[in-house]
């Protein structure tokens, strides 16, 4: 039925160029990957002739193993070229090379198309096997990002690749490239690059930031080269530990050493340090091949001692990336980092940034998992402690809260105060909302009371209350006549919308009983039930949540005898009704119902804060709504879905 193509995917002419990233917008990276290519085509020898003008020619030339036309096409045409699947890691020589054996660095296929950064078509001219082809590639809109524009095949012996465009735009200065390719690909003494005839020998390599010798005894010596890279290109190519031994490299770079250590290429350190290790007196730890280290003593000693030292110098250089490093671990970590106040925040930077400093290879993920735990602890620390301490002043004796902050410092102080904020503005935007007939009061003033447990009592502040299976399933029971919806199940399936936009949650506290210490037990059910604005308590709403308090102690479902604490609020309660009433079957009292208005429930809680939004009135008087709100969701609201 679906057989046929009625139409293919178009691209407009610019699709390639905002699909390339910085290849096709940054000269230096673009180069980088160039010549990056040409390492890949077991070239030993790359010439590049940079114009002093626009409207000139580029070119870059290598020594590599060239490509025949139909491989042409297939790598080099290909969108996103997989390397590693079509060619593996091992890089291909000519067949009169004598290079040693090397490892790939291309994987993707997007370096290959940087001469885009400068024009949007380009030349190659690619020979092997006694047969040159000559390719116009250049993009366009269509149902292809890029094309071949032509293609011509002559005779030539030898081997290698030369790309050339006409520059158009972003010229590239070639002392800066040659400082940076120079440096980029230092690694491999015998990988020769030349810019406008000129290559820059390592000795006058710029960014050098530490040089020293390590004596081993009998005539071995390793001396350990830390240059900054990044202070020459974005591109983090070729980045990590590069054994030299008679100014060979040994295998490739890596921030692996040996079967000693393993410093994270993830790192700041690593992404803007690379290292060169030359060294003496090694000539026969080398395999014949020269793809790594023989295993031996004196080889082992080298690592420990490379390893040892890059470590140190990491650490000297912690303050070059320590704010690099806690940024990047805190952005990862932001959403979290926003729930927190002002104090608490200003601590798990402090953390982070030690961390950071004192352990500059520590792998980026650990990092981030650190701060989390740090935010997650701060979390458990929100002031509930102080608090406590205040609610239990005299209503008026404001002047304690100065004496009592003398016994706390600096940082403790801002989280109490980030909580007494928080509590404050969620006092006043109930104030505000409960009065306003246009509220809606399912999706701002009702998650807003359930969220702040603390409004309804001290007993009630506690983080062990939460929702669990059980009472779930009695919820369910409870309702599942009516029209009841779950707010979010999944996430949150305490809470439950009810016809008349009426809002209930159930939440409990579980805790080992005594008698069964290998049993968990409900000890405490809280249900809180808010009616829409304007709605007057009865005695039937009262008598409904008695009726829920009966049904939860006898539903057969709990394990336990849980005390159950009822709530309803609403915006009056009529003459005559019970505003507190307790619940028993003759032997025991096993349930509360409190029935409250959202102005009671305002007053209280401000008396419990000392009245200090009285005292501060002048600050959240000044203060929308929307602004308050803003404050307060601080995450996404809640959405309705059917059981």
């Known amino acids: 039925m679906f057989d046929q193509t009625l139409q293919g995917s178009l691209f407009e002419e610019d699709y390639l160029l905002r699909e390339l990233g910085q290849v096709a917008h940054a000269p230096q990276v673009a180069l980088t990957e160039l010549v990056a290519n040409s390492w890949d085509a077991g070239a030993t020898k790359v010439e590049l002739i940079i114009p002093d003008s626009v409207g000139n020619t580029m070119t870059i030339t290598d020594n590599g193993h060239g490509m025949t036309s139909t491989q042409f096409k297939k790598r080099w045409m290909t969108l996103r070229y997989n390397r590693l699947k079509h060619q593996g890691d091992q890089v291909e020589f000519p067949d009169d090379s004598k290079a040693k054996p090397r490892i790939a660095f291309g994987r993707n296929g997007v370096g290959r198309h940087g001469l885009l950064c400068f024009a949007d078509q380009y030349e190659v001219q690619t020979w092997r096997d006694g047969s040159q082809t000559t390719f116009i590639v250049g993009t366009e809109s269509g149902p292809s990002p890029f094309v071949l524009k032509s293609e011509n095949q002559y005779d030539r012996p030898g081997h290698g ?19 940076v390719l120079s440096t980029r690909f230092l690694h491999d003494p015998e990988f020769e690059i030349f ?26 010596t390793a001396t350990v080269i830390v240059i900054d890279s990044t202070r020459q290109n974005q591109s983090s190519v070729h980045q990590g530990i590069a054994f030299w031994v008679q100014r060979r490299l040994v295998g490739a ?32 730890e080398v395999e014949q091949d020269w793809t790594a280290f023989k295993s031996s003593p004196a080889v082992k000693e080298l690592f420990e001692a490379t390893a040892k030292h890059v470590e140190k110098i990491a650490k000297q250089l912690a303050n070059e990336v320590a704010d690099s490093s806690s940024e990047d671990a805190l952005t990862r970590n932001r959403v979290e980092l926003a729930t927190l106040g002002q104090g608490a925040r200003l601590e798990v930077a402090e953390f982070t940034k030690i961390v950071a400093q004192q352990h500059p290879t520590v792998s980026p993920d650990f990092l981030a998992t650190a701060v989390q735990a740090v935010i997650h602890l701060e979390k458990t620390k929100s002031g509930a402690a ?4 205040l609610s239990s002043l005299s ?42 007939p246009s509220t809606d009061e399912l999706h701002t003033l009702h998650p807003l009371i359930l969220r702040s447990r603390w409004l309804f009592g001290p007993e009630f502040e506690s983080q062990e209350f939460c929702s669990n299976a059980t009472l779930k399933t009695i919820t369910k029971e409870l309702f599942k006549k009516s029209e009841a919806q779950f707010i979010n199940e ?36 809280l249900l809180i039930e808010l009616k829409k604005g304007g709605f007057q308590l009865t005695r039937l709403e009262v008598n409904q949540a008695d009726g829920y308090v009966q049904d939860i102690a006898n539903s057969g479902s709990i394990t336990g005898a849980p005390f159950i604490s009822a709530w309803v609020v609403g915006q009056k309660i009529a003459a005559g009704v019970a505003r507190d009433k307790e619940v028993g079957d003759g032997t025991r009292k096993y349930g509360r119902i409190r029935a409250t208005t959202f102005t009671t429930l305002v007053d209280t809680a401000n008396a419990r804060l000392l009245k200090l939004r009285n005292v501060l009135s002048t600050r959240y008087e000044e203060t929308t709504t929307d602004k308050l709100l803003q404050r307060v969701f601080s995450t996404p609201s809640q959405q309705v879905i059917e059981l």
């Open 161 to 179: 690749t030369r790309l050339s465009v006409q520059i158009l735009r972003k010229l590239p200065d070639p002392e800066e490239i040659l400082t």
């Open 195 to 220: 810019v406008n005839g000129v290559r820059r020998p390592f000795a006058q390599i710029q960014g050098r930031v530490s040089t020293e010798t390590i004596e081993f005894g009998e005539g071995r």
């Open 253 to 284: 770079p890596s921030w692996a050493v040996g079967q000693v250590a393993n410093f994270d290429g993830r790192t700041r350190f690593a992404k803007r340090y690379k290292v060169i290790v030359d060294t003496n007196g090694f000539e026969s």
């Open 386 to 389: 102080l608090l406590q301490k």
């Open 395 to 436: 209503n008026d004796d404001v002047e304690g809260l100065d004496r009592l902050l003398n016994e706390w410092d600096v940082k403790d102080a801002l989280r109490v105060l980030d909580e007494i904020d928080s509590r404050l503005s969620v006092i006043e935007t109930i104030r505000r909302l409960a009065d306003d």
């Open 490 to 525: 999944r996430n949150r399936p305490d809470i439950v919308v009810l016809p008349e936009k009426t809002t209930l949650q159930m939440t409990g506290i579980e805790s080992f009983d005594p008698t069964e210490p290998t049993l968990t037990h409900l000890q405490h059910v």
